[in-house]
């Protein structure tokens, strides 16, 4: 089956500046990729490219095998904009409908969709008087018209609240059983971990990492932390035991070691018996993740 | 079409909710009832039924009033959508630009039609109810209704394009009031100047007709005026009007909103958001 969208050796320059520097990707039906990176590196221009918004300089973009922008492809996408903004004097059901016509489906669905995204009871109102999530729902909703064979999202949960961020993701699973690529951006990581198969780690206009949160764990190699808190009175020992061991204020000792190295000196650590009080063993946090990738080149 | 459809009810709706539709409703009933009831001197000079006279006049409000409606109608067409961050996510629907502003081109035309029917209408009214001879000045009124919306059309399209150029709501409205001035204001002032220092030579004879045909609120002066055999009760540029035939301002008139349209759609086309 052909991908849903690909995108081979994708360059974009904005006068001096190179934007994007031969990007590839590929994203097949039914699959959720998650694009993280620093403001600036390139996200949504790489949106927007898809989108057909705006042209691009080198390379190969396809969305459902044909030209991003073209009437064919712009049928078969829907778009959600960072900050979506609607016209003001409009009423919630009003600007759906239009949505809904644009592209030739039935108006009358409009109410259908204001309920899917819990906005029933604000649909009479005009959208001027809405709140930031409000407004955030309503751009949910017209992505959620027609079919759509790709979606793409550009920080959708920003200004949503943790409970209506949990609802959007069961959506985009459902959505995604069903066949539709999903392509968001994201600066929250920990949501993007479990909703998502891939993350797309974006730096300097570059793809520097690509792949499952485990693969990029594995990848990245980061030491594992070791908190130990020794018994009362037996902290001399244990220092005397690990003297790589960085004491941090509230008197526990801090040990950082490789992957592989996790097990012995856990080993070690157990072998001191009554000395040690407690242990916690941390693994290098998302955020550690993304730094670690997003920083390589030096930003 | 129903994408132009839809595009063009959500456009009136916003008009609606904005006070477009009762600010033009307004200014059009409002100042052709002042000019219905200055007009009423002239009849009997002239041997004229009194609505012919009073289509005469306004033709005189039209030029001004009806490109300026137009002007302050759309030029937030595209601006505004750029500054309110909603082109972006309208233009990755499967609609062509040509639509979008074709929806909102029907929406603003409707607005300007109800606007100018309901103001020239009240005047007929007036005309109508003080002389009943007035009834045969009908067909010139018709005429002045749907050559109101060409003028209107024109300018709508003018303001399109000012919109996509401008690219900010601030920017395009200086752009439609210069755009006013020049067309309408003093364009013709410059005309009036050099029929003056010509004294009746090369310029008046030769330039002149091609010269008002040019103009878009010009032609439909023009047409109007010479369509209603009503030159003898303007003055002025107006004066002119006899010597231009009647098919050449008519065809001014249709081209003319052609051309800005066009000119709107390419503008619109380069606009990236």
Same mark, same amino acid.
């Given at each position: 089956?052909?991908?849903?969208?690909?995108?081979?050796?994708?360059?974009?320059?904005?006068?001096?500046?190179?934007?994007?520097?031969?990007?590839?990707?590929?994203?097949?039906?039914?699959?959720?990729?998650?694009?993280?990176?620093?403001?600036?590196?390139?996200?949504?221009?790489?949106?927007?490219?898809?989108?057909?918004?705006?042209?691009?300089?080198?390379?190969?973009?396809?969305?459902?095998?044909?030209?991003?922008?073209?009437?064919?492809?712009?049928?078969?996408?829907?778009?959600?904009?960072?900050?979506?903004?609607?016209?003001?004097?409009?009423?919630?059901?009003?600007?759906?409908?239009?949505?809904?016509?644009?592209?030739?489906?039935?108006?009358?669905?409009?109410?259908?969709?204001?309920?899917?995204?819990?906005?029933?009871?604000?649909?009479?109102?005009?959208?001027?008087?809405?709140?930031?999530?409000?407004?955030?729902?309503?751009?949910?909703?017209?992505?959620?018209?027609?079919?759509?064979?790709?979606?793409?999202?550009?920080?959708?949960?920003?200004?949503?609240?943790?409970?209506?961020?949990?609802?959007?993701?069961?959506?985009?699973?459902?959505?995604?059983?069903?066949?539709?690529?999903?392509?968001?951006?994201?600066?929250?990581?920990?949501?993007?971990?479990?909703?998502?198969?891939?993350?797309?780690?974006?730096?300097?206009?570059?793809?520097?990492?690509?792949?499952?949160?485990?693969?990029?764990?594995?990848?990245?190699?980061?030491?594992?932390?070791?908190?130990?808190?020794?018994?009362?009175?037996?902290?001399?020992?244990?220092?005397?035991?690990?003297?790589?061991?960085?004491?941090?204020?509230?008197?526990?000792?801090?040990?950082?070691?490789?992957?592989?190295?996790?097990?012995?000196?856990?080993?070690?650590?157990?072998?001191?018996?009554?000395?040690?009080?407690?242990?916690?063993?941390?693994?290098?946090?998302?955020?550690?993740?993304?730094?670690?990738?997003?920083?390589?080149?030096?930003? | 079409?129903?994408?132009?459809?839809?595009?063009?009810?959500?456009?009136?709706?916003?008009?609606?909710?904005?006070?477009?539709?009762?600010?033009?409703?307004?200014?059009?009933?409002?100042?052709?009832?002042?000019?219905?009831?200055?007009?009423?001197?002239?009849?009997?000079?002239?041997?004229?039924?009194?609505?012919?006279?009073?289509?005469?006049?306004?033709?005189?409000?039209?030029?001004?009033?009806?490109?300026?409606?137009?002007?302050?109608?759309?030029?937030?067409?595209?601006?505004?959508?750029?500054?309110?961050?909603?082109?972006?996510?309208?233009?990755?629907?499967?609609?062509?630009?040509?639509?979008?502003?074709?929806?909102?081109?029907?929406?603003?035309?409707?607005?300007?039609?109800?606007?100018?029917?309901?103001?020239?209408?009240?005047?007929?009214?007036?005309?109508?109810?003080?002389?009943?001879?007035?009834?045969?000045?009908?067909?010139?009124?018709?005429?002045?209704?749907?050559?109101?919306?060409?003028?209107?059309?024109?300018?709508?399209?003018?303001?399109?394009?000012?919109?996509?150029?401008?690219?900010?709501?601030? &920017?395009? =409205?200086?752009? +439609? #009031?210069? /755009? $006013?001035?020049? !067309?309408?204001? %003093?364009?013709?002032?410059? @005309?009036? *100047?050099?029929?003056?220092?010509?004294?009746?030579?090369?310029?008046?004879?030769?330039?002149?007709?091609?010269?008002?045909?040019?103009?878009?609120?010009?032609?439909?002066?023009?047409?109007?005026?010479?369509?209603?055999?009503?030159?003898?009760?303007?003055?002025?540029? &107006?004066? =002119?009007?006899? +010597? #231009?035939? /009647? $098919?050449?301002? !008519?065809?001014? %008139?249709?081209?003319?909103? @052609?051309? *800005?349209?066009?000119?709107?759609?390419?503008?619109?086309?380069?606009?990236?958001?």
């Amino acid at each position: 089956m052909t991908p849903t969208l690909t995108i081979s050796r994708l360059t974009k320059r904005f006068g001096e500046v190179e934007a994007l520097k031969a990007v590839s990707l590929t994203l097949e039906a039914g699959r959720r990729a998650a694009l993280l990176g620093h403001n600036g590196a390139g996200k949504s221009t790489l949106m927007k490219i898809v989108l057909g918004l705006i042209p691009y300089d080198g390379g190969d973009v396809t969305v459902c095998g044909m030209a991003p922008g073209s009437p064919a492809a712009r049928a078969q996408v829907a778009y959600l904009p960072e900050n979506a903004a609607f016209h003001p004097a409009l009423t919630g059901e009003e600007q759906l409908r239009h949505y809904l016509a644009l592209r030739g489906e039935n108006p009358k669905q409009a109410m259908v969709l204001l309920a899917r995204v819990g906005l029933e009871k604000a649909a009479h109102r005009r959208i001027g008087t809405y709140s930031k999530g409000m407004r955030q729902r309503i751009g949910l909703a017209q992505t959620l018209i027609g079919r759509p064979r790709l979606l793409v999202l550009d920080e959708p949960t920003s200004g949503l609240d943790p409970v209506s961020r949990r609802d959007f993701y069961d959506l985009l699973d459902g959505l995604a059983a069903e066949g539709t690529a999903i392509l968001l951006s994201s600066h929250v990581l920990t949501e993007v971990e479990a909703r998502t198969d891939r993350i797309l780690i974006l730096s300097g206009g570059e793809l520097v990492a690509e792949g499952t949160l485990a693969d990029l764990r594995a990848r990245a190699a980061l030491p594992v932390s070791l908190l130990v808190r020794p018994a009362s009175d037996r902290a001399p020992s244990l220092v005397a035991a690990f003297p790589e061991a960085v004491a941090s204020g509230d008197g526990l000792l801090r040990l950082s070691c490789a992957q592989a190295q996790k097990l012995p000196l856990l080993a070690r650590i157990s072998a001191l018996g009554g000395d040690v009080a407690d242990l916690d063993v941390i693994p290098p946090s998302l955020e550690d993740i993304y730094s670690h990738f997003s920083r390589r080149d030096g930003q | 079409m129903n994408r132009i459809l839809a595009t063009a009810i959500s456009e009136f709706r916003i008009a609606f909710r904005n006070r477009w539709v009762s600010i033009a409703t307004g200014m059009m009933v409002l100042f052709a009832l002042v000019l219905a009831a200055a007009g009423a001197a002239p009849t009997g000079d002239v041997g004229v039924n009194r609505l012919s006279v009073t289509v005469a006049s306004l033709t005189s409000l039209a030029v001004y009033l009806v490109p300026l409606l137009a002007l302050l109608m759309s030029f937030d067409a595209v601006a505004g959508e750029v500054e309110r961050g909603t082109l972006p996510l309208l233009l990755t629907y499967p609609v062509s630009r040509l639509q979008i502003l074709l929806g909102k081109l029907l929406a603003h035309l409707v607005i300007l039609a109800l606007a100018v029917t309901l103001g020239y209408g009240a005047a007929a009214l007036v005309a109508v109810w003080s002389d009943a001879e007035a009834i045969r000045g009908l067909g010139s009124l018709w005429r002045l209704i749907w050559s109101s919306v060409l003028l209107g059309a024109t300018f709508l399209g003018a303001g399109y394009a000012l919109s996509a150029l401008a690219r900010r709501p601030s &920017g395009a =409205a200086g752009f +439609a #009031i210069a /755009l $006013w001035l020049v !067309a309408v204001v %003093l364009y013709d002032l410059a @005309l009036l *100047a050099l029929i003056v220092s010509d004294g009746g030579g090369a310029f008046t004879t030769q330039a002149l007709p091609v010269a008002l045909l040019a103009n878009p609120a010009d032609a439909f002066r023009v047409f109007n005026l010479s369509a209603a055999e009503a030159v003898a009760a303007a003055g002025g540029i &107006g004066g =002119a009007a006899g +010597a #231009i035939p /009647l $098919w050449q301002s !008519a065809a001014s %008139l249709f081209v003319w909103p @052609l051309a *800005a349209i066009a000119l709107a759609v390419t503008a619109f086309r380069k606009v990236t958001p």
